[in-house]
């Protein structure tokens, strides 16, 4: 069964350094999502991409924060400068199509920052 | 702005007992509504789901109905095992689809 996947699965860095997550969403999915989980807290969006753009954000995704769709499978997730804040676990997700309402979460990438 | 509403755990069942987790939901238009489960080190997978009233999603023995009049989709199960020990996510996308908005997760913890 086809899976979104994401790496590395931990990622340690330190403040003020730059971090990239990755994710290769299901193959035929149209529709890119992040999320993240601060430790023992609910899960936030942070934004969503379509047809090569942001279609939304969410007021964490601050100019720190950008995606990029560089090929036909990669998405990724790149924080200019990381915080301490920042340390949580990154989800990424993907959706077939406008409608189809369920999205499929990777397994997350833990990022520790010290 | 829509907002998702679960029981506070940690719950703790023994096992073949039965299971109501609450969840209710504030959101405008038509929402879709969605049981998400993260087990201990893994990431999130989709449970159940339901896109309109009164439409019941069912997966591996959980059950959950979409209650328009209440706001509600709490999510029940007949018997429990050990196995289901994982946290609990209730969720819901608007009637674009676009971002999902979870509630804080209910921990189960099911003994055996």
């Known amino acids: 069964e086809p899976e979104v996947t994401q790496t590395p699965s931990h990622q340690v860095t330190q403040m003020g350094q730059e971090v990239i997550l990755r994710c290769v969403p299901i193959s035929n999915h149209l529709y890119f999502y992040w999320y993240r989980q601060i430790l023992g807290q609910k899960v936030e969006f942070l934004v969503s991409f379509y047809n090569n753009e942001i279609s939304e954000k969410s007021e964490i995704f601050d100019d720190q924060f950008s995606v990029e769709r560089p090929d036909g499978s990669n998405f990724t997730l790149k924080i200019r400068s990381t915080k301490l804040e920042d340390s949580a676990m990154y989800f990424c997700?993907?959706?077939?199509?406008?409608?189809?309402?369920?999205?499929?979460f990777g397994p997350g990438t833990r990022l520790t920052v010290t | 702005g829509n907002s998702v509403t679960q029981m506070e755990g940690p719950v703790t069942l023994s096992e073949e007992a039965f299971l109501t987790i609450n969840c209710t939901y504030t959101a405008t238009g038509y929402p879709s509504l969605f049981w998400y489960v993260q087990y201990p080190g893994e990431g999130l997978q989709l449970l159940l789901k339901a896109t309109k009233a009164d439409d019941k999603g069912s997966n591996k023995g959980f059950e959950a109905t979409y209650r328009k009049e209440t706001t509600s989709f709490h999510l029940e199960k007949g018997s429990v095992q050990v196995s289901d020990s994982a946290v609990y996510f209730c969720?819901?996308?608007?009637?674009?689809?676009?971002?999902?908005?979870f509630g804080p997760g209910t921990r189960l913890s099911v003994l055996p």
């Open positions: 969720a819901l996308s608007d009637n674009y689809g676009q971002n999902f908005v």
């Open positions: 997700a993907s959706r077939l199509t406008e409608t189809t309402y369920e999205q499929y």
